[in-house]
């Protein structure tokens, strides 16, 4: 058999089968539109913002006690916990009495041994002054009567002092405290035998008021002078870490600039003053300290979380339409979840929190409802 001659100019079969396949998979490439991504946004805002100062800073006691004994004796009791609470004057050590009241004692047996002696020469030396006048006695006879009857007086002065210092020495005995504050660990325990000035019982730490020292740039100084003029400054300081409303916050004043910049660091001490009633600021603790020098108005404020670093700089996204746009801003200051722009986003503008790593510039977008998150 003989095979049928091909049309002159028909193309072969594997041609038009190619050409058929590509075309189909062009038409279906076309047809099939770009999915647009879901995304969730938030409304720039316009709005009066706190200018403020934040720092690390570090509670401080106003005053810190470290009790020592100002005799020496063997530790007879401890009148209170660890940890205690106590008020000025409760007693907290005692300091067996006992050698201390036998000392009193004899200063007391002394004086009125001197005393009784006192008076017998004095009256002695009364008798020779009658005697002298009179010519029976000589003037040396009533000389060294006098000055014995002197020498007894200044001796009854010396058991006075001796008696009063056994007296106070007694009364070092019972130990109190000098303040309002809290107990630190024990050092000392009954029966230790103590030194004067030198053992250490205990540290007492004021906790109320307390003070929170922090270090803010040379640069703020100016501004925080400025507004110290105008009145007292708000200070508020959070536990490092912490979260929540108001409620977490303790509310201080400024009280302290320190006279000179540290010119190690180019930073200067302030110090804030808090009442700390509820005892929620604790010595040694890191706290975030704020400082409310001013208020900014008209002020444009986004989440946080709409801001994007980038090669050139912070951006948003901001949804023109159906289509993601991006816009370079100028972040200023940080306000907890929200961030003030300097530039690059306007009041209403609807920026992009929560879906940003699937979009790309001019993307299209399905804006879902409800807050994103972070």
Not at 8 to 33: E, I, K, N
Not at 90 to 98: A, Y
Not at 225 to 251: F, I, L, N
Not at 284 to 312: D, K, L, T, W
């Amino acid at each position: 058999m003989t095979a049928s001659p091909r049309s002159a100019g028909s193309p072969p079969v594997w041609l038009v089968l190619a050409a058929l396949f590509a075309g189909g998979c062009s038409d279906s490439t076309a047809l099939r539109a770009p999915e647009a991504a879901p995304v969730r946004v938030a409304l720039a805002v316009e709005r009066t913002v706190p200018v403020e100062i934040r720092a690390i800073g570090n509670v401080e006691p106003i005053t810190s006690v470290s009790v020592r004994p100002q005799i020496e004796g063997i530790l007879a009791s401890v009148h209170f916990q660890e940890g205690q609470e106590v008020a000025p004057d409760d007693l907290l050590f005692t300091i067996d009495p006992r050698p201390f009241e036998a000392t009193l004692h004899q200063a007391e047996a002394a004086l009125a041994q001197d005393s009784a002696q006192a008076r017998f020469e004095a009256a002695q030396a009364d008798r020779f002054g009658v005697l002298l006048q009179k010519g029976v006695a000589s003037k040396e006879q009533y000389e060294q009567a006098r000055s014995a009857a002197d020498a007894r007086l200044a001796a009854v002065n010396a058991d006075r002092a001796a008696l009063e210092k056994a007296r106070l020495e007694l009364g070092y005995t019972q130990i109190r405290s000098p303040l309002r504050g809290r107990t630190g660990s024990l050092a000392v325990h009954p029966g230790d035998a103590v030194k004067a000035h030198e053992t250490l019982l205990v540290v007492i730490n004021q906790v109320a008021p307390i003070y929170v020292s922090f270090a803010v740039p040379e640069q703020e100084l100016p501004a925080i002078r400025a507004r110290m003029a105008q009145g007292p400054v708000a200070v508020q300081a959070r536990a490092r870490g912490e979260e929540g409303g108001a409620g977490d916050t303790a509310s201080g004043v400024l009280t302290f600039v320190d006279n000179a910049v540290d010119r190690t660091t180019g930073t200067i001490r302030l110090k804030a003053t808090f009442e700390n009633a509820d005892a929620r600021l604790w010595p040694g603790e890191f706290v975030n300290a704020v400082v409310r020098i001013a208020e900014r108005p008209r002020a444009i404020v986004v989440p946080s979380q709409a801001v994007q670093p980038g090669q050139q700089g912070p951006f948003v996204f901001v949804v023109e339409g159906d289509a993601a746009v991006v816009r370079p801003v100028k972040v200023g200051a940080s306000l907890g979840a929200e961030s003030v722009i300097e530039s690059g986003v306007a009041a209403g503008d609807p920026v992009v929190i929560d879906g940003q790593l699937r979009l790309a510039p001019g993307a299209k977008v399905r804006v879902l409802e409800g807050k994103g998150g972070a």
